[in-house]
């Protein structure tokens, strides 16, 4: 047998589940006086791409930020970036007449939807507004379109907690988030991002995407704080006319 065989021999076809961890557990999460029930991980897939299985650190600033703010959410749309398991839409349930959650990998879709089931059996009678889940792959304008189609008044917010981890998608990050911007531009929509920073090379960036594609970024006073040894804080980001 030739060394070529052997070496053929030797290599191991995986199948793609082998590296996805769908061990969900029932985990509650306080926020202020609103307690949310989600399945969710407790450690992460092999595959960077399913990091919408985690709770990251960004969504507890996020959402410990919109408890305290919750005047702002009171019957509004809103559009959710990188909705991962959905624990920040979960909560804007709460308060809002309509929530969007929004992720582009297919695993991570499944347990967003589940999680939406999980809110719809619950006796909590503060979830009341319909959740929804969409598949959105940033800077794709069918899917998009589609969404926008289905939700042709647009949403008053778009909100995005600790999604910036590739510098690759960053620029498609915001043509997403200028187009929802300018959709609504004559109702004043505007960009809540909970950002988490990890690399100063990402902190220019976010700040430099924005500025590029013609948005105003500033950051929200008195939300920069240390969370999970991690610095995070609260942009908020329009259009500028």
């Keep these: 047998m030739s060394r070529e065989e052997n070496e053929e021999d030797d290599i191991v076809c995986l199948d793609e589940s082998f590296f996805i961890n769908d061990d969900y557990q029932i985990t509650d999460f306080t926020f202020g006086s609103h307690v949310l029930q989600l399945y969710c991980l407790q450690s992460s897939s092999t595959d960077f791409d ?14 410990d930020y919109l408890t305290q703010n919750a005047n702002m959410l009171q019957g509004c749309s809103v559009i959710e970036l990188g909705s991962g398991v959905g624990i920040t839409g979960v909560l804007c349930s709460r308060f809002c007449r309509g929530v969007v959650m929004t992720d582009h990998n297919d695993e991570v879709l499944k347990i967003l939807k589940k999680n939406i089931k999980l809110q719809e059996s619950s006796d909590d009678s503060m ?30 917010l778009v909100l995005g907690a600790d999604i910036c981890f590739q510098q690759a998608n960053v620029p498609l990050l915001f043509d997403t988030v200028e187009r929802l911007l300018r959709d609504r531009d004559q109702k004043k929509c505007k960009f809540i991002l ?3 920073s990890r690399a100063k090379v990402m902190d220019a960036m976010v700040i430099n995407e924005a500025i590029r594609h013609g948005l105003q970024i500033n950051e929200v006073s008195g939300t920069r704080r240390i969370i999970k040894n991690l610095e995070g804080v609260i942009f908020e980001i329009t259009t500028n006319h």
Excluded: R
């Design 127 to 156: 979830c009341c507004t319909e959740l929804k889940a969409e598949k959105l792959e940033w800077g794709s304008s069918d899917q998009l379109n589609c969404i926008l189609q289905e939700h042709p008044e647009g949403f008053d």
């Design 50 to 63: 399913l990091t919408g299985q985690l709770v990251w650190p960004g969504a507890v600033l996020m959402n």
């Design 194 to 196: 909970a950002y988490v």
